[in-house]
């Protein structure tokens, strides 16, 4: 197995430990009713940070190693470690078991690992550039195509503007005639790797955050999954909307989207 690897699973799964010993705790229901919240969750993160970082940096102390919740960042070495020690953070203060922890690794400004874990069913999602997706030591593919029915689908929306909402809302009002699960689930780290390891269909993402899609990217990529926006083009960051999933699938989603993009006048 790749050595930044096991690192990055060894130091993944110590995080895992913390946050899911916090979120076992009875102290979190106090601190829902208290002005105390944002600190609550800061101290979470930064102590999951701590000792992911300190696990890293005991093997790589040439590297340079983030936290995206901090503002510090020094990007000049070669090998960067990008750390997010809790995503889906309100699904966690109201004990809904949907939240993960992720290690994006870059390489000369390149991405080259991915893991992302979700400490409570305990599913570890790790990508290699050029060497395929996994989930718990097994491949992981995206799904195929074969009809339109019992397709699952994840939604992240984000507010933005009026037309951005009833773009969201017409499209919603399409899908709907079709035999067609929805989700929204408020981890979407966690659902781009569950795309990637087929658990859902398709990711449909309005002003999704540009980071969260960084440490999905390659797990989706490894898997045989494409990115796109509303019109089949590559400015999904640009035009703030994303649909990710197989080709064929994609396929069938652009038919929809690109004619109400038209419609809105984006």
């Not at 999954?225 to 649909?243: C, E, P, Q, S, W």
């Amino acid at each position: 197995m790749n050595p930044m690897l096991n690192i990055a699973i060894r130091a993944i799964r110590i995080g895992g430990k913390i946050i899911t010993q916090n979120y076992d705790s009875k102290d979190i229901r106090n601190q829902l009713d208290s002005l105390n919240t944002i600190d609550y969750l800061r101290k979470i993160r930064k102590k999951t940070f701590s000792s992911i970082y300190s696990i890293i940096h005991q093997s790589y102390p040439q590297h340079s190693i983030h936290n995206v919740y901090s503002r510090k960042k020094s990007l000049k070495k070669n090998n960067q470690w990008f750390i997010n020690p809790l995503n889906g953070t309100m699904n966690f203060i109201k004990k809904i078991p949907h939240f993960c922890l992720s290690i994006l690794i870059k390489e000369k400004n390149q991405t080259y690992i991915s893991v992302i874990y979700d400490p409570i069913k305990n599913d570890l999602f790790t990508a290699i550039k050029g060497q395929g997706a996994q989930l718990n030591g097994f491949r992981a593919r995206c799904c195929t195509y074969k009809n339109t029915s019992n397709k699952i689908i994840a939604f992240y929306f984000r507010e933005d503007s009026q037309k951005n909402a009833d773009l969201y809302i017409s499209l919603i009002q399409q899908l709907i005639q079709e035999t067609i699960s929805f989700r929204h689930t408020g981890c979407s780290i966690l659902d781009l790797a569950y795309l990637s390891s087929g658990k859902i269909n398709i990711y449909v993402g309005f002003n999704e955050k540009p980071l969260n899609i960084n440490f999905g990217e390659l797990q989706i990529r490894e898997s045989g999954a494409l990115m796109t926006d509303f019109v089949g083009g590559h400015n999904y960051i640009k035009n703030k909307v994303v649909l990710i999933g197989q080709a064929n699938i994609l396929r069938f989603f652009l038919k929809k989207t690109r004619k109400l993009y038209k419609k809105f006048n984006f």
